[in-house]
């Protein structure tokens, strides 16, 4: 069984949405019950790779060739006609599973291609239209906050985080031993940082994050190796970071997130579309927000040779920018 951490970084707002609101809000973020941390839910996150994978090209090309033959070798004008344009480069693993259940469904020996995508299947789960998707190879838990912007009186923005969030990374699945004295803050108006962050950031002895102040105590360099060290972040985070008492931390997340406001325009009349009832709004995580989710596979090899962590790992060696969340085709929700 391999495991390991995935590390997300929000490029653009990005809004994984809860569906629905019960504050001036309309369209708020998923948000922890217990903390109102927002996070982003498993099944997202999941959906949101596997879509963004399935987008990509197969990567066998003769077979793609083959099963293009075949298809205009057929009777079946309307698939024909469907991929009479359709080039093994521009076959995405999504299309080619589409193409081989329709020819399936009209009675075609078709398991030699199943082996464009069924690496994929393996990993995420075989999908059918008829019977959904099965159980796959990967597991993917909820993405939890790890760093959180927020807007500084000096030195343009910080990085918070809070000994909830560290005590996480401390649980035994995940032990990336963070040291004790970052996990103890019982002063609300006390932060902790590296001497050099403090400086860069302080004003009159005190720092400004929002709308509230501190003192900062701070920290010896090797108290934050992990960041480089076990998650392979870079080290400009340190200079950043700042570690807050939990209830801050609460305060920021919540009220300190990004709202977009957004409306529909009627194509005939050129003013808002009534229908929806005018503008809206939509929470989102602000740019530079990390997060993190813990994977594990079963063990079990996939196409023989890794097993699915390392597998997907290797998806994302060299393109690791995927979209998130909603409202794409406006420039939100990028992550890498």
């Known amino acids: 069984m391999a495991k390991g951490l995935l590390i997300i970084k929000t490029l653009t707002p990005t809004h994984p949405g809860a569906g629905t609101s019960l504050g001036a809000i309309d369209l708020m973020l998923q948000r922890e019950v217990t903390t109102d941390f927002p996070f982003i839910q498993a099944s997202t996150l999941k959906g949101s790779i596997r879509a963004h994978l399935e987008r990509q090209p197969v990567n066998d090309k003769d077979l793609a060739q083959r099963l293009l033959d075949l298809i205009k070798s057929s009777e079946d004008n309307d698939l024909k006609e469907e991929v009479k344009n359709l080039t093994p480069d521009k076959m995405t693993v999504f299309k080619a599973r589409a193409l081989v259940q329709k020819m399936e469904k009209s009675g075609k020996e078709v398991k030699e291609f199943k082996q464009l995508y069924q690496d994929l299947d393996k990993v995420f789960g075989s999908y059918d239209p008829d019977r959904g998707v099965k159980k796959g190879a990967l597991v993917i838990s909820d993405a939890s906050l790890l760093f959180y912007p927020v807007r500084s009186l000096k030195g343009l923005y910080a990085l918070v985080t809070c000994p909830e969030i560290l005590r996480r990374l401390n649980m035994p699945h995940i032990n990336l031993g963070i040291p004790d004295n970052l996990l103890d803050i019982r002063e609300k108006d006390i932060v902790k940082a590296l001497s050099s962050t403090k400086s860069s950031y302080e004003i009159n002895e005190r720092i400004y994050f929002e709308d509230l102040n501190f003192l900062v105590e701070t920290l010896n360099d090797n108290d934050l190796n992990w960041i480089k060290e076990k998650l392979g972040l870079d080290e400009g985070i340190k200079a950043r970071l700042f570690i807050v008492h939990d209830d801050i931390f609460r305060y920021f997340v919540k009220f300190a997130t990004q709202v977009i406001s957004r409306n529909k325009i009627d194509y005939n009349t050129g003013t808002v579309d009534k229908k929806i009832g005018g503008i809206w709004t939509e929470e989102h995580l602000p740019p530079e ?48």
Do not use: C, M, Q
Request: no cysteine.
């Open 289 to 336: 927000t990390y997060l993190f989710s813990y994977l594990e596979d079963d063990g079990k090899l996939v196409n023989g040779s890794k097993p699915a962590f390392d597998w997907i790992k290797s998806k994302f060696s060299s393109s690791n920018v995927i979209h998130l969340g909603r409202s794409e085709t406006v420039g939100k929700g990028f992550v890498e």
